[in-house]
């Protein structure tokens, strides 16, 4: 059980953030002032004046304990957002339960804005009464140790409440989507499967089981059969599918059984897509392996398989219930397997996250010492589009910046060349497309050249590859019309348009 603590100086706006925090991720929202005023019977100000600062703060302990010991008890065991009170953890005890029972996050503020926030605030604060500015400077001054102690921190200065809590998602690695259908995407622990899933059958590959397969069981907490896949997009298929739809008969699946992916995208796509015409449709759950299923492939609904002719050419759109991206499982991969995932991340960053481009441009060392971070904010970049766009009627066609040109390519290496490396080279092609029509700059290009080749990504097409199959493949990606494909370009860092084309020989013409 993981609660959200949200602490800070009076005028952070913990009480109205935490709300919104708490609806936008489905949990019960706890204000622990609000707590200590019922059990009272009076308000603060009245316990101040009447009581005393240290009864006061007795009874912020004894709200706090009761409030871990009441969700402790419950038999959902609910997590909740809990706003505490400015001082309330200046108690050793106090922060000590809180850091036990959760994750504590403090908000900060300029002394302008808090104070123009507290003017404007009918609710009066007893510690700061009299001189305003005197009181809070002295307050800050005096707390100014203590609140500098906690790791996570967030300011507030010239940021809307919307954004505040999306900056705290990202932090916490936790979204609840509800675009298409209702589910949670989680960064977390795999250990933490046995509180969130209740599946009947794990599918993973041969790459994957050797190293998680038994991991992911015993977080369960229980014995659950497993199918172990051949591994690789080559097995991306109809034949492998229908051993999946085989398997779920054999072990008695039923229209209320979950079925667990654990592995790659290429698990997650087939897997989805097996459960969504299962019976109709059966429940399933991503534990996703890779980086590149972590911060893209996992994330949206998206499920398939290939053709010969093309990559997903049959699938449907069918979300999981739960996404749990553990981070520490990328520890596994190969050096060849993490940077393919880099390319993902790299999208990301130009479509709409320049700070997230930047740090792609640090090399994979760092990469490898920062693997939460990279997948909290890569993830919440598509996150934010699939929200918007769920069934890519419009802005989430963004996603496919480098997937024209790099399934294609992807295709006719006959999957020599791993996603991330295809995708990296349509990402370059694309952009040079995009300068040479006056879309973008060549300082652009440059820009993306220079992140991917850091990170070991390939830039170019392979010389030796035909042209002409390329196009061929293109020309059957199921992005197309009738006459032309719609191409996500890079504008900018941050920025792309989506451009028809009908002239695909000069798209690829480097």
């Known amino acids: ?186 960064v977390g622990q795999i250990v933490n499967l046995r509180d969130v899933a209740h599946g009947n059958l794990i599918v993973t590959d041969e790459n994957i089981a050797p190293h998680h397969l038994a991991k992911s069981t015993r977080a369960i907490g229980r014995d659950v059969p497993s199918v172990i896949l051949p591994a690789g997009e080559e097995h991306k298929n109809l034949e492998t599918v229908l051993r999946l739809w085989k398997a779920f008969l054999e072990n008695g699946l039923d229209r209320k059984s979950t079925v667990i992916a654990l592995g790659g995208g290429v698990v997650s796509d087939m897997t989805g897509f097996a459960a969504s015409t299962y019976m109709r449709g059966i429940n399933w759950i991503a534990v996703p392996t890779t980086l590149l299923s972590m911060v893209d492939a996992s994330i949206g609904g998206k499920t398939g398989f290939d053709l010969p002719e093309g990559k997903n050419l049959i699938g449907s759109f069918h979300p999981p219930r739960l996404v749990l991206a553990d981070p520490s499982l990328l520890l596994t991969l190969s050096d060849r397997e993490l940077r ?88 370059v092609a694309e952009a040079k497309y995009a300068a040479r029509v006056g879309v973008a700059g060549v300082g652009l290009v440059e820009a993306v050249e220079a992140t991917l080749s850091a990170l070991g990504l390939p830039i170019h097409i392979p010389g030796e590859m035909p042209r002409e199959e390329i196009i061929r493949a293109m020309r059957v990606d199921k992005k197309k019309n009738a006459k032309m494909i719609r191409f996500a370009l890079p504008s900018e860092i941050g920025k792309v348009e989506l451009v028809d084309v009908t002239d695909l020989e000069e798209v690829i013409d480097n």
């Open 1 to 186: 059980m993981t609660h959200i603590f949200l602490y800070g100086p009076s005028g952070t706006g913990k009480s109205t953030i935490g709300q919104l925090l708490a609806d936008q991720l489905r949990l019960s929202f706890v204000d622990l002032d609000h707590i200590i005023e019922t059990k009272a019977g009076m308000s603060i100000p009245q316990i101040m004046e009447q009581q005393g600062e240290t009864t006061f703060r007795d009874l912020e302990t004894a709200a706090l304990k009761e409030s871990m010991l009441r969700a402790e008890r419950s038999d959902s065991g609910d997590e909740a957002v809990i706003a505490l009170g400015g001082g309330a953890l200046l108690r050793n005890e106090n922060r000590q339960l809180a850091e036990e029972y959760g994750k504590v996050f403090l908000l900060t503020a300029g002394l302008d804005t808090l104070i123009a926030r507290l003017e404007s605030d009918s609710n009066k604060r007893p510690l700061l009464a009299g001189d305003l500015r005197e009181k809070l400077s002295a307050l800050l001054a005096n707390r100014g140790e203590h609140y500098a102690s906690f790791v996570n921190s967030i300011e507030v200065d010239e940021k809307t409440i919307g954004q505040v809590v999306h900056q705290l998602q990202v932090a916490l690695g936790r979204h609840h989507l509800s675009a298409m259908g209702e589910y949670d995407v989680i």
């Open 340 to 427: 393919s995932g880099m390319a993902e991340v790299v999208k990301h960053g130009i479509i709409s996250d320049p700070e997230l481009f930047a740090l792609c441009k640090h090399n994979m060392e760092w990469v490898k010492e920062n693997l939460e971070e990279i997948v909290k904010r890569a993830m919440a970049v598509k996150i934010k589009v699939i929200e918007e766009d769920p069934y890519e009627k419009g802005i989430r066609a963004a996603l496919n910046l480098g997937h024209t040109i790099g399934h294609a390519v992807e295709l006719v290496s006959k999957f020599n060349l791993r996603h991330g490396e295809a995708i990296a080279i349509g990402m």
